[in-house]
């Protein structure tokens, strides 16, 4: 059992989040971006999902300058019944914000993928810990867009790849049934797959 409640951990974890500033925060980041540009994970995939940053969340949009021509990004957007899909988005690319204010690409309804049909989700979160479960905001869209994951052990895709610094790594977490793991992590020390994997 957690010290903490998920309400509790949350609370601690985006606290210690948002207090990484300036050039520490631009250090840590700028460390992610070359592990993940670097990693096979990423160079192998063509149809990336990351997320705008909200909450001081680990920003991945210079991730664009990184790409290799055969690679898209996407952004996820609110789709109904609580579940995401995917724009595309460039650097430039209009927004408009969401019911949260968080970004979206401005687009039409046959731009959208859904989660099935990306390589790699490069996904924001609040904890994770060494088995690879995730601690999320508390919406629960990533694990109801991705409950397709439980028919099955191993999926070739998408692959789910956690991005958060080393702080928000947590002791083991209490697991439920809809929470869907990931496949790896990134942080400051580099891109990291589970066992599972």
């Known amino acids: 059992?957690?010290?903490?409640?998920?309400?509790?951990l949350r609370q601690t974890l985006r606290h210690s989040r948002r207090a990484l500033q300036g050039l520490d925060r631009a250090w840590l980041e700028a460390a992610m971006l070359e592990a993940l540009r670097l990693h096979p994970v990423f160079r192998h995939a063509r149809r990336i999902a990351l997320f705008w940053p909200a909450d001081g969340e680990v920003d991945l949009r210079p991730l664009a300058s990184l790409t290799h021509p055969r690679q898209?990004?996407?952004?996820?957007?609110?789709a109904q019944g609580s579940r995401l899909r995917f724009a595309p988005w460039q650097i430039g690319h209009p927004l408009r914000p969401n019911?949260?204010?968080?970004?979206?690409?401005?687009?039409?309804?046959?731009?959208?993928?859904?989660?099935?049909?990306?390589?790699?989700?490069?996904?924001?979160?609040?904890?994770?810990?060494?088995?690879?479960?995730?601690?999320?905001?508390g919406g629960g869209f990533y694990d109801r867009t991705?409950?397709?994951?439980?028919?099955?052990?191993?999926?070739?895709?998408?692959?789910?790849?956690?991005?958060?610094?080393?702080?928000?790594?947590c002791p083991p977490l209490p697991v439920e049934r809809w929470d869907v793991p990931l496949d790896g992590i990134v942080t400051e020390d580099g891109v990291r797959l589970f066992d599972r994997f």
């Open 1 to 8: 059992m957690h010290p903490l409640s998920r309400k509790e």
């Open 72 to 78: 898209c990004l996407y952004l996820p957007i609110l």
């Open 146 to 169: 991705l409950a397709f994951r439980h028919a099955r052990r191993r999926w070739r895709k998408p692959l789910l790849i956690g991005v958060a610094f080393g702080l928000q790594r």
């Open 99 to 137: 019911r949260f204010r968080i970004p979206e690409p401005r687009h039409r309804p046959s731009d959208l993928l859904s989660a099935r049909e990306l390589d790699l989700i490069l996904m924001p979160l609040v904890g994770f810990d060494d088995a690879g479960n995730r601690l999320g905001m």
